[in-house]
């Protein structure tokens, strides 16, 4: 595709490569720090103690999803907005945006205040020595909810704008800052309220960071801070979907821990939600290709509906490729790799549910694609309307998967439901738009999938699993050049091989 003449969007094949670079970087080098900061944390926070700063990363994660939906309409719209040559018109959505969401985050922090005592004392299996310093740390949480949440807003203008480079270099800043602050804190306290206020502050001083950078790529946003009300209908038109898909999405995402929380103990979240972390980590490998297609699909589909197909496909092939090798041999060398990491204890709890964890994340990293063109289509009620129907069946079962088998029963149905989900997703395309694979990702590819994603749970010897894995990446590597690539993507890969090594 060719960069468009009236706007100052990139569509180009090199500037989408830039952008997925980019984002892959954003959230890759945080995942480095993560790996290297999880052990000394959990050894000086304890199990327990560890559990409850999960869940504190997990609220601040979905305190960003309580914008209504509107960072993501600021995407789509100001990218609209740029592209009809409009952008003076920006300023006053960006804060009639801005309003919405502080609005609905007051009201949220709210309730989730009056609502914290019961949760900590009733909800959660919270020792009694931690229950009030657990109940300070969620107070602190609550009133961080307008900055964490309005963020989403100023970074989805930033993606309107193409700046994926910006928003790259602040998002490692925050995700290093995450896992260090806590560390850096442990010298002088191992109190979860101050670590906790810490992450605060680094969220407030990211959000004027990127405020700064609203500023900067359109300056009209600080010398016009009007409310227009006008554009409150367009924004929620398109946000309203988004906002039950950012409620619902989480609840399935994050269930599992605060189930284990609920029926079995703190210190068991632990052991499920390490190697959580680690594996949903390579999410960010789909996640940075479909947020770059997102405006894209936004772009083509109406324009020329060929070229949105073939984005589709040619993303949803990509992704397979990359991420299945990496999941075949995380979850082949599952026990190892936690054992190194961090030690024995672990490897025998968490080995077994990093396997299913796997399994249900390349099916999670599949189905970003069709996710996002729906969203990118003005389509979003699609994916909506999926979660709110699993919604239910997936928490009942997820309960009583808890209770019958503990951490690996939650990872067993986490794995289920994201195939489930999976499959549904591209049905759903297919019969709506007629997006199917060609015959290279046929009915015999997937069976082969499946099959060689169960190797990794029958076979124990370590020499073995090294044999296998040699033989598994030669096999995949000759299959993945011979027919998976087209011709113009070979030529693409060789010149960009030359290039490196001339």
């Keep these: 595709m060719e960069k468009q003449n009236n706007s100052e969007i990139a569509y180009s094949g090199t500037s989408i490569a830039k952008n997925t670079l980019y984002n892959l970087l954003g959230y890759g080098i945080p995942l480095i720090f993560a790996v290297i900061l999880i052990p000394p944390l959990v050894r000086g926070l304890g199990d327990e103690r560890f559990g409850i700063l999960n869940l504190a990363w997990i609220i601040i994660g979905y305190f960003s999803l309580f914008d209504l939906g509107i960072g993501r309409g600021l995407t789509k719209i100001t990218a609209e907005k740029i592209g009809l040559n409009q952008k003076e018109v920006i300023p006053r959505l960006f804060w009639t945006s801005l309003l919405l969401m502080l609005s609905f985050s007051f009201f949220i922090a709210i309730i989730l205040i009056f609502l914290i005592p019961y949760l900590v004392n009733n909800v959660f299996s919270i020792s ?287 794995m289920c439901a994201a195939t489930i989900n999976a499959i549904v997703m591209y049905c759903v395309a297919y019969d709506l738009f007629h997006y199917k694979f060609d015959s290279d990702f046929n009915i015999l590819t997937i069976l082969i999938t499946i099959i060689t994603l169960i190797i990794p749970f029958i076979i124990s010897a370590i020499y073995l699993k090294i044999i296998v894995a040699i033989i598994f990446l030669l096999i995949f590597n000759f299959i993945s050049w011979k027919y998976f690539l087209s011709v113009e993507e070979k030529i693409f890969i060789i010149s960009k091989i030359k290039v490196k090594f001339n």
Aim: hydrophobic letters at 55%.
């Design 128 to 414: 009694e020595n931690i229950q009030s310093e657990t109940i300070e740390t969620f107070y602190a949480l609550a009133l961080a909810i307008p900055i964490v949440s309005t963020t989403a807003g100023l970074r989805g203008v930033l993606e309107a704008y193409q700046k994926f480079k910006i928003i790259s270099i602040i998002r490692v800043l925050l995700g290093t800052l995450t896992f260090l602050g806590p560390l850096v804190f442990l010298i002088l306290t191992n109190s979860l309220f101050w670590i906790v206020v810490f992450l605060i502050i680094i969220r407030i001083m990211i959000w004027v960071l990127y405020l700064f950078q609203c500023f900067k790529v359109n300056p009209g946003i600080k010398k016009e801070i009007k409310f227009d009300f006008v554009f409150i209908k367009p924004v929620l038109k398109f946000s309203i979907w988004i906002t039950i898909a950012n409620i619902v999405g989480p609840i399935i995402l994050y269930s599992d821990r605060f189930l284990i929380g609920a029926l079995i103990s703190a210190a068991a979240i632990t052991y499920y939600a390490t190697p959580y972390e680690v594996i949903t980590k390579l999410l960010l490998i789909s996640g940075a290709l479909s947020g770059v297609l997102f405006p894209i699909f936004s772009s083509s589909f109406y324009h020329d509906i060929n070229i949105s197909k073939k984005i589709f496909l040619r993303g949803v092939k990509f992704i397979f490729l990359i991420l299945f090798p990496l999941v075949f041999l995380i979850s082949m060398f599952s026990h190892e790799f936690m054992q190194l990491w961090l030690g024995k204890k672990f490897a025998l709890s968490s080995s077994l549910v990093l396997q299913f964890l796997s399994v249900g994340i390349f099916m999670n990293g599949i189905s970003s694609i069709p996710d996002n063109f729906f969203q990118g289509i003005g389509k979003p009620r699609i994916p909506a309307i999926i979660m709110l129907i699993e919604l239910p069946v997936y928490i009942f079962i997820m309960w009583y998967s808890i209770e019958l088998g503990g951490i690996n029963g939650a990872a067993i149905t986490y």
